[in-house]
């Protein structure tokens, strides 16, 4: 087979339940797999084709399982420098500027922890203004909580640009919702 080429060709595949939850982010050769195995049904073509001697298969961008798949837990995701910058959409949750770091609510020094509930992102001059000191001790507030993002939406979105024809399975769900979503 050849690689997926084409003008819609992503490289990667959502994979649905078969009860149409988002499950996981796949390689599109690996969806093409699954088509032809049987195991699933393409929901939505990316565009792309792949060739073999005898046939030309759609690459799918959505896939759906035929068969329902128990997840047998929720998912967590790591507290990282690249997902809180996700999550807070690149902007400080001070000011709303363009965000470059991260910043711990409540200071480490000052018994916080390295947790999705006490790291925001946010710029140069807030994180430098706020230092080490509690958010009372400063003029400063919050824009929205910091919140732990869950489930399987978060970590397919989390993972990089979204195409638009992945938008209605992931029920709209921006990075924000998505962490909201707990």
């Avoid at 080429?5 to 996981?24: D, T």
């Avoid at 995701?77 to 999550?87: D, G, K, P, Y």
């Avoid at 000011?95 to 910043?103: F, L, N, P, V």
């Amino acid at each position: 087979m050849d690689p997926p080429a084409g003008p819609g060709s992503q490289g990667r595949s959502l994979v649905l339940n078969a009860s149409y939850e988002p499950l996981a982010v796949v390689p599109a050769r690996r969806a093409v797999v699954l088509v032809l195995a049987q195991r699933a049904d393409s929901v939505e073509p990316s565009g792309a084709v792949v060739h073999s001697e005898r046939l030309v298969l759609d690459v799918p961008s959505v896939l759906r399982l035929r068969q329902f798949v128990a997840v047998p837990y929720r998912r967590r995701i790591a507290v990282s420098r690249r997902a809180v910058m996700v999550r807070d959409e690149h902007r400080c949750q001070y000011c709303g500027a363009r965000a470059e770091s991260i910043d711990h609510v409540v200071p480490r020094s000052r018994g916080g922890t390295h947790s999705w509930d006490n790291v925001v992102a946010a710029c140069r001059p807030c994180n430098s203004r706020k230092r080490d000191r509690l958010l009372h001790e400063t003029p400063m507030h919050l824009r929205r909580p910091p919140l732990v993002p869950h489930g399987s939406v978060w970590a397919i979105v989390s993972a990089g640009s979204v195409p638009s024809s992945w938008q209605p399975y992931l029920r709209g769900m921006t990075f924000a919702d998505a962490a909201a979503a707990g």
